[in-house]
Every structure is written in C-alpha cells, then in structure tokens.
C-alpha cells in the first residue's frame, strides 16, 4: 500500500515508521526540511535508505502534493496542526485525487465530529486525551503509557 502522510512531527514521523516497519511505501511531506531528522531518529540508516520518501513542500499546493505521489496513494493522512490545513488538503485528497483511504487528525472536538458526519474518517486526540483523562480522574481505569518511538 502507498501512504502519504502530510505532516512531519511528533505524531507523522512516528506513523510513518510504523506503516514502513509494515511493509507499506510511505511518503512523507512536511513544509520544513528540518523535520526529515525525526524519520531518521531509531533507523539503522536513514529514512531513504530503508525505502521511505521526503518532500518538502505546502501541502496546499497540488504541485507539492503531486510530488510527494497523491495521484497514486491508497491511503493519505492529514496530520498537520492546523485543523483548516488538515481538513482543507483532506478533501483535496478524496474529491480530486480520489484516494480510497482518507484520515484527518482534527484538534477541535466540535469540527472532528460535524466533518465525521460529512463522511470524513476524523481522529481527534483532543478528544482521546479528554476522556482518558476524565476516566483517570474518575478512577475509572489506569493510564497506560505504551513504548515510544
């Protein structure tokens, strides 16, 4: 599977290992050339040399995201931190490219649920971390910390 992911930090970089570490193709296109060193940051070599690819560009630019290889994704994630950025080039994604797999990170609980019913696969981690940590106050579960990247 070809996965382009638009946005290079925290969030972007560690998915981008994860779904190369599985086998898939992943691109990779930030406006900053300086966030290709967290793709690097636990490889043996270096993101290229273990097959994944880097643009820099503006992801609302159709030039870069042409580059970067939307017109043959199967899968594109928007993860941005702009919520207008991210839904923006996420609609770009499934009306003009047609990609079949199309997921948007949205900060703001309130716009991750209305574009979720206008048919768009919406994560919100502002909304994870507001119930995970209602339910540890709650002393409804404990938190977990899983190993980083």
């Not at 009306?95 to 990170?105: A, E, G, L, S």
């Not at 019913?117 to 002393?139: F, S, Y």
């Amino acid at each position: 599977m070809f996965v382009l992911i638009v946005g290079c930090g925290r969030a972007g970089s560690a998915l981008a290992k994860n779904l190369l570490a599985d086998g898939n193709t992943v691109s990779v296109l930030d406006e900053s050339a300086e966030s290709h060193r967290l793709l690097d940051v636990g490889l043996e070599t270096n993101w290229e040399d273990e097959g994944g690819m880097f643009t820099v560009g503006t992801a609302l630019e159709i030039d870069a995201l042409v580059e970067a290889g939307i017109e043959r994704a199967d899968a594109f994630v928007a993860g941005t931190n702009g919520d207008n950025t991210n839904l923006v080039i996420a609609q770009i994604a499934q009306k003009k490219f047609n990609v079949p797999k199309v997921v948007v990170r949205v900060l703001d609980p309130r716009r991750a649920t209305w574009y979720a019913e206008q048919g768009l696969h919406t994560i919100c981690p502002t909304q994870a971390g507001i119930e995970m940590l209602t339910a540890a106050v709650r002393g409804e579960t404990e938190v977990v910390l899983t190993e980083q990247i």
